[in-house]
Nanobody
């Protein structure tokens, strides 16, 4: 059991950076794989990035490789998504998710409420 709350979204211009945070409640965070999904306007939810419990294995969608970095701080029960060189096509609601079982393939079992990221050109 875990509750996830995202923060850090906002309105930025193309080329800007944002860092999303996901704070987890509960004692199970350190054993969970964590990840991010996003859902753009009129689009289906898609996988963005995932990270294993120790933080030494990460996975990214091709669309964000080289621009986004996922990390976690288990002492703070927090996972981050550093987003650089943002593009208008990155505009979406970003959801934090937890998978108690595996990092790959990652699927969300527990979900946050989402945070809006809007990138203008």
């Amino acid at each position: 059991q875990v509750q996830l709350v995202e923060s850090g979204g906002g309105l930025v211009q193309a080329g800007d950076s944002l860092r999303l945070s996901c704070a987890a409640s509960g004692r199970t965070f350190s054993s969970y794989a964590m990840g991010w999904f996003r859902q753009g306007p009129g689009k289906e939810r898609e996988f963005v990035a995932a990270i294993n419990w120790s933080g030494d294995n990460t996975y990214y969608a091709d669309s964000v490789k080289g621009r986004f970095t996922i990390s976690r701080d288990n002492a703070k029960n927090t996972v981050y998504l550093q987003m650089n060189s943002l593009k208008p096509e990155d505009t979406a609601v970003y959801y934090c998710a937890a998978d108690p079982t595996r990092v790959a393939p990652f699927r969300g079992v527990y979900w946050g409420q989402g945070t809006q990221v809007t990138v203008s050109s």
